[in-house]
T-cell receptor
Framework: GENVEQHPSTLSVQEGDSAVIKCTYS??????FPWYKQELGKRPQLIID?????GEKKDQRIAVTLNKTAKHFSLHITETQPEDSAVYFC???????????FGTGTSLTVIP | GAVVSQHPSRVICKSGTSVKIECRSL??????MFWYRQFPKQSLMLMAT?????????EQGVEKDKFLINHASLTLSTLTVTSAHPEDSSFYIC??????????FGSGTRLTVV
């Protein structure tokens, strides 16, 4: 099955700086890659996603890049704010959006 | 938007008893729902795919006799943890896909087995 690895596990940045979280996947059939933000005790919320037919997608301060050849994708958050502090999960879907296999999560702390 | 409701949000049960968790899609029909398990400070682990009107598909290592899944209608899937033990204590969360809004997660159920 699919194996998703995520780094780093914890990340602290100063407010206003950028944060980058990286994930790799193993199944070349995976073609859908969502990113979720989970605040403590709450449900994961989709923040951005990318499909394998594009290399980059941007939504305001958030962007995701995908390198299919290397099987890795990254989340970029610019101009970080304290409310960005949460746990972020990447995921890969081998069936174009059915089962998700999640990375191990990154706990992001934005220091005011 | 697409809303997935999950109940109960918290449950404490005695070892050896069974607990049922419900996952409902409130404003859309979901032929497929997914059940995940999350240990503290760890990732979400896919347990099974729940298919309306048919048997669930379990991930490798998940005991189907222990985690019973029923998807009797297009808006409701249930997960029953049978003969629960303390090691089953975890955060269980479901998700469903709505055509326009994509995947939405339920609010999760914190199960504590004492």
């Amino acid at each position: 099955g699919e194996n998703v690895e995520q780094h780093p596990s914890t990340l602290s940045v100063q407010e206003g700086d950028s944060a980058v979280i990286k994930c790799t996947y193993s199944d070349s059939a995976s073609n859908y890659f969502p990113w979720y933000k989970q605040e403590l005790g709450k449900r994961p919320q989709l923040i951005i996603d990318i499909r394998s037919n594009v290399g980059e997608k941007k939504d305001q301060r958030i962007a995701v890049t995908l390198n299919k050849t290397a099987k890795h994708f990254s989340l970029h958050i610019t101009e970080t704010q304290p409310e960005d502090s949460a746990v972020y999960f990447c995921a890969a879907s081998p069936q174009g959006g059915n089962q998700f296999y999640f990375g191990t999560g990154t706990s992001l702390t934005v220091i005011p | 938007g697409a809303v997935v409701s999950q109940h109960p949000s918290r449950v404490i049960c005695k070892s050896g008893t069974s607990v049922k968790i419900e996952c409902r899609s409130l404003d859309f029909q979901a032929t497929t729902m997914f059940w995940y398990r999350q240990f503290p400070k760890q990732s979400l682990m896919l347990m099974a795919t729940s298919n309306e009107g048919s048997k669930a598909t379990y991930e490798q290592g998940v005991e189907k006799d222990k985690f019973l899944i029923n998807h009797a209608s297009l808006t409701l899937s249930t997960l029953t943890v049978t003969s629960a033990h303390p090691e089953d204590s975890s955060f269980y969360i479901c998700s469903a896909r709505e055509r326009s809004y994509g995947y939405t997660f339920g609010s999760g159920t914190r199960l504590t087995v004492v």
